[in-house]
Structures are given as C-alpha cells and as structure tokens.
C-alpha cells in the first residue's frame, strides 16, 4: 500500500488553457479524496496525469515515495474507471472483468480467483456468460468496477463512474461503491459532479476552480466553514443566500434590517452568507429576523423552496428551505437567521472572515 503524492502538478495546453497551476495535494492510504469544480476546471486533467495519459508541463506525481511521472501509464498501477465504461462487447463480463490481468501473464487459477471475488462483490455471478450487450446501464457499470477492483492497484481513479446512471441505480451503486471502497487500503481519487456522492463517498474533498485548490477538507468541514465565496457558493444545494452589503458602524443593513458585525471584522465591505437550510420561521426570542415577500414556491416533496424579495430592498432575493406542511403567508413573511448559521466574508478578499 502506499500514499499518492502531487508536488506542484502543473499542466498547460497553451498560454492560455492552464487548467492546473502548481497543485500540491497527499492521499494517504484509505483515503477516499473526492474532486469537486465547475466544468472545465481541470479535474479529468488531474486524473489523466496521474495515470500517465497526460504528461504534467511541471511537478511530480508521486506513489510511496516513488516519483512515477516519466512512467508509462501500464507501469505505475493504477486503475482507471471513466464515466463511458469501454467494455470490449465480444467478450463476457467474466472475460471483461479479467481482461486487465489476462494482459499481466498471471497464473489462470489466479485470475480465476479475483475475478470470483470481485463479481461477488459487485452482484455479476449471475451474469458471468454474458455479453455486454445485453446488460443495463447500471451492470455495465459494476463490470467496469469489478474490472478496476481486480487489478488490486496502488491508486484508484474514477471519473465521474456513475454519471450514466439513472437516479435510483445511481443511489444503489453508490451505496454499493461506499461498501467496497472501505475494505480497500489503496488511495483513491474520485471525480463527480453531484455533491451527494462527494459528502456520502469522501474522507476528503477538494474543491477547485480556476486552476486553483480553493479548500481541502472533510466533506463536512467545507460545508460548515467555507474558505471563501466560491466555496460557499459552490458547495451546498440549493445554492447558500449571499448577500454584498455595506458596512455603517458595527452593523450591516440588509433590507430594513440591520444585523451586527462579529467582533473583530474591520473589513468596509462584507459579505453575508446564510443557507437555505438554516432560515426558519421564527421562535419567541428569536433576535435576528429578515421580512420579505415570496414571488415563488417550489415543492421538493418533504419541503418547500421559497424564493422572497426582501423587504426595504427588493433587489435582494433569498431563499429558504421551510417544511411543507407549515404555514405562512406569502406577505410580509418573516424568517429567522439563527446567529450561528450567518457566515462572513470579506466584501474585497471573499475570503471567510467568522471561525
Ligand atoms: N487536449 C486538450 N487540449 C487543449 N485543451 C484541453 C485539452 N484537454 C482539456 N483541455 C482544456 O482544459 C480544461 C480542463 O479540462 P478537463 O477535462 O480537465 O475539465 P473537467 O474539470 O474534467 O471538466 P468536466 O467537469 O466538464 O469533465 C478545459 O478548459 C479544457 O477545454
Ligand atoms: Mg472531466
């Protein structure tokens, strides 16, 4: 077993496209690491590097302390599972699943032995003898995993492997891929755009935008406490409420609505963030409150999306998450910000300003 390493991975296209500038990032073993970023932020980049498919303009790629940057992608060990799941359609999923080791020369009564392994694992025994052809979407998928898991590699990749899947298989084969992933010791990278995966799935995450690590942390950490504006922004569904306000004194004022600065924040410009989540209808005692009028009511089942103008500045909108079965009015309706949920960030920086 043994750590991946990146030491100031850099890739270029051209003087322009520079999707990955000086990244520098460890995964230990038993480490999930999850990437997460806008579209065309470098993630595929970062994976194809690692396994050799794309060279770095500068930086290493390390695994336990062996620099495997100039090595050919079939001699650093690594499995790859892409989101189009190349399967070789004239081959069984039995033949499939060994393909990788067949190439290898290992001993026949071996690869037998992974390959039970690893279907039974995945649920594939049934379907051994057959063609990729006539499988699911989501089987085909569990081949290409099972494919990866007997290689029993140094260093997992997955680029986006469920993104072809239906909602409800994609909610199975996740579940199925937090089971299998915790028996192995080996790092793995893994690359998705829906942040179920990355909060379910991950020990870490990373967070990336404009070639840029913006916040590495456990999933839960960046949810809680945001590095900077982006991060807020990008991470957490529905999107956190931000509001640019300006400061007078030791308040901000947003709407007819004036909330105190925390201590310690000289910044002239702020920025307030409050989740969806975390505005409620308001309790007796309840300091901090914001009215406004709602122009839209979304029903996500358990819940409602309420989207309101805020009163005294009908350029501000927010939204909140409030339980279907409440009632308010779509006047004047007036929601709680719990202090502890407000987060800052300064108006020039964006960079987090409360703990
Ligand atoms: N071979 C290439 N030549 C030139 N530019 C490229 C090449 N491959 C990728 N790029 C550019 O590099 C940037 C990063 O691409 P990459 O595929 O890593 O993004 P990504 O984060 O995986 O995006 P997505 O979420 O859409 O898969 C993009 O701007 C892309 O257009
Ligand atoms: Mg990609």
Not at 55 to 77: H, K, M, Y
Not at 252 to 261: D, E, I, K, S
Not at 277 to 305: I, K, Q, S, Y
Request: glycine share 8%; net charge neutral; aromatic share 6%.
């Amino acid at each position: 077993m043994a750590k991946l390493e990146l030491q100031d991975l850099t890739k270029a296209y051209s003087r322009d496209i520079v999707p990955v500038k000086r990244l520098n990032l460890t995964v230990e073993d038993n480490e999930f690491l999850t990437l997460v970023g806008p579209s065309g932020c470098g993630k595929s980049t970062i994976l194809r590097m690692i396994a050799g498919l794309d060279q770095p303009t500068e930086g290493r790629v390390l695994i336990g302390d062996r620099d495997v940057s100039r090595l050919a992608p079939g001699d650093r060990n690594i499995a790859m599972v892409f989101q189009s799941y190349a399967l070789y359609p004239h081959m069984t999923v039995g033949e499939n699943i060994a393909s990788g080791l067949k190439l290898r020369h290992l001993p026949a009564g071996d690869i037998q032995k992974r390959v039970q392994e690893a279907s039974g694992v995945l649920g594939l025994d049934p379907l051994l003898d057959r063609k990729p052809a006539k499988l699911s979407g989501g089987q085909r998928q569990r081949v290409a995993l099972a494919r990866a898991l007997v290689r029993n590699p140094d260093v997992f990749l997955l680029d986006e492997p469920l993104s072809n899947l239906d909602a409800l298989l994609r909610e199975q084969v996740r579940a199925d891929l937090k089971q299998i992933f915790a028996d192995q010791k080996s790092p793995i990278v893994y690359v998705t755009h829906d942040q179920t995966e990355a909060m379910t799935l991950s020990t870490k995450v990373a967070v990336l935008s404009n070639g840029y690590l913006q916040q590495l942390g456990h999933p839960h950490e960046i949810y809680k406490t945001p590095a900077n504006r982006f991060v807020a922004s990008f991470i957490g569904s529905p999107q956190m409420n931000l509001f640019p306000l300006s400061r007078t004194g030791n308040d901000v004022v947003l709407g007819n609505f004036r909330v105190p600065l925390p201590a310690g924040v000289h910044s002239s410009s702020v920025i307030l963030g409050i989740r969806p989540e975390h505005l409620r209808l308001p309790r007796p005692g309840d300091a901090l409150t914001v009215t406004g009028n709602v122009f839209l009511v979304e029903n996500l089942g358990m819940h409602d999306l309420v989207s309101l103008k805020v009163q005294g500045d009908p350029s501000l909108s927010l939204r909140a998450i409030l339980p279907a079965d409440a009632t308010w009015s779509r006047e004047n309706l007036t929601l709680a910000l719990p202090p502890e949920t407000i987060h800052w960030f300064d108006g020039e920086t964006e960079q987090r300003l409360s703990a």
